[in-house]
């Protein structure tokens, strides 16, 4: 690349360096120093002293667990529920673009306003779940649906899988926008039903866009904050404390911010050998 094309790239890339490249690597490093809050003393280098004691964190581990069955719960649900969404608004229905406009509705709100409003939603007492189901007969009592340990997770599921279904919806309509109506239209014809229409056509042109948000989702997901944060605060006992959030509590609580850099660090490589193994593995179904 000759020196004018980096001139050009230079206003996109100092902002990303900047802003995103630069205290990544700060943080990372904290992973290696006693780093604390308060404290007096010059922040000394340990090598892997942090990791190591890491590495006997069962409460750590067992936020990891919890943390990536809610990632792959999250991103498997927002997938198939936008998938069948997508290829519905891709039909041509009447008011079709009034149905895509409220699509993106939740896709609007902040994290925050989506936790306060499901907070109201999930309430014991006077939450509009609750009301319904009694309604219908579905429920005798009152359902404290953030507060128990079996349904807390489950119920937080939802809200995830509900705040990200509009962007995996979107980038998917887009995908399918890119589908030859000619090849759908010969398949048709050819006495082809809707699914093999969809397997046969339909679904070899989607699978790079499903592949690349599948990845991206999970990425998203996994480092998920504010929406549980809002919503349970990690509990209860724990049942909803994903390691972002024990980094988080474990920084700006206790104070021991090179011990939550640790962390950082360890979730950073875990997430990047599970989607080097998840992209290598649909690649070479690809070549195949």
């Given at each position: 690349?000759?020196?004018?094309?980096?001139?050009?790239?230079?206003?996109?890339?100092?902002?990303?360096?900047?802003?995103?490249?630069?205290?990544?690597?700060?943080?990372?490093?904290?992973?290696?120093?006693?780093?604390?809050?308060?404290r007096t003393e010059v922040?000394?280098?340990?090598?892997?002293?942090?990791?190591?004691?890491?590495?006997?964190?069962?409460?750590?581990?067992?936020?990891?667990?919890?943390?990536?069955?809610?990632?792959?719960?999250?991103?498997?649900?927002?997938?198939?529920?936008?998938?069948?969404?997508?290829?519905?608004?891709?039909?041509?229905?009447?008011?079709?673009?009034?149905?895509?406009?409220?699509?993106?509705?939740?896709?609007?709100?902040?994290?925050?306003?989506?936790?306060?409003?499901?907070?109201?939603?999930?309430?014991?007492?006077?939450?509009?779940?609750?009301?319904?189901?009694?309604?219908?007969?579905?429920?005798?009592?009152?359902?404290?649906?953030?507060?128990?340990?079996?349904?807390?997770?489950?119920?937080?599921?939802?809200?995830g899988v509900w705040a990200?279904?509009?962007?995996?919806?979107?980038?998917?309509?887009?995908?399918?926008?890119?589908?030859?109506?000619?090849?759908?239209?010969?398949?048709?014809?050819?006495?082809?039903?809707?699914?093999?229409?969809?397997?046969?056509?339909?679904?070899?042109?989607?699978?790079?866009?499903?592949?690349?948000?599948?990845?991206?989702?999970?990425?998203?997901?996994?480092?998920?904050?504010?929406?549980?944060?809002?919503?349970?605060?990690?509990?209860?006992?724990?049942?909803?404390?994903?390691?972002?959030?024990?980094?988080?509590?474990?920084?700006?609580?206790?104070?021991?911010?090179?011990?939550?850099?640790?962390?950082?660090l360890v979730m950073v490589?875990?997430?990047?050998?599970?989607?080097?193994?998840?992209?290598?593995?649909?690649?070479?179904?690809?070549?195949?």
């Amino acid at each position: 690349m000759d020196r004018d094309a980096w001139f050009l790239l230079l206003p996109a890339l100092l902002p990303v360096l900047l802003l995103s490249a630069g205290p990544l690597l700060y943080g990372l490093s904290l992973a290696f120093t006693d780093a604390q809050s308060g404290r007096t003393e010059v922040t000394r280098f340990t090598g892997l002293a942090n990791l190591a004691d890491l590495r006997l964190d069962s409460l750590f581990w067992d936020s990891f667990k919890i943390g990536l069955v809610w990632a792959l719960s999250v991103t498997a649900l927002q997938l198939l529920l936008s998938l069948g969404l997508a290829l519905l608004l891709d039909q041509d229905l009447r008011f079709r673009w009034l149905a895509r406009t409220l699509v993106l509705v939740p896709w609007a709100m902040p994290e925050v306003v989506v936790g306060v409003m499901w907070r109201l939603v999930y309430n014991q007492d006077a939450g509009i779940l609750n009301a319904t189901l009694r309604d219908l007969h579905l429920i005798s009592e009152n359902v404290d649906w953030l507060a128990g340990i079996s349904l807390a997770l489950p119920a937080v599921v939802v809200v995830g899988v509900w705040a990200g279904m509009p962007q995996t919806t979107v980038v998917l309509l887009a995908g399918l926008q890119n589908v030859p109506v000619d090849l759908r239209e010969a398949a048709a014809l050819d006495g082809a039903g809707p699914w093999r229409r969809f397997r046969a056509v339909t679904w070899p042109a989607l699978k790079p866009v499903v592949l690349a948000i599948t990845a991206l989702n999970f990425i998203w997901n996994f480092n998920s904050f504010g929406l549980v944060y809002v919503l349970t605060g990690g509990g209860p006992g724990g049942a909803t404390r994903l390691p972002m959030l024990f980094a988080y509590e474990e920084a700006f609580r206790y104070g021991q911010f090179g011990y939550a850099a640790a962390m950082g660090l360890v979730m950073v490589a875990v997430v990047a050998v599970l989607l080097t193994v998840f992209l290598r593995n649909r690649l070479k179904e690809d070549d195949l």
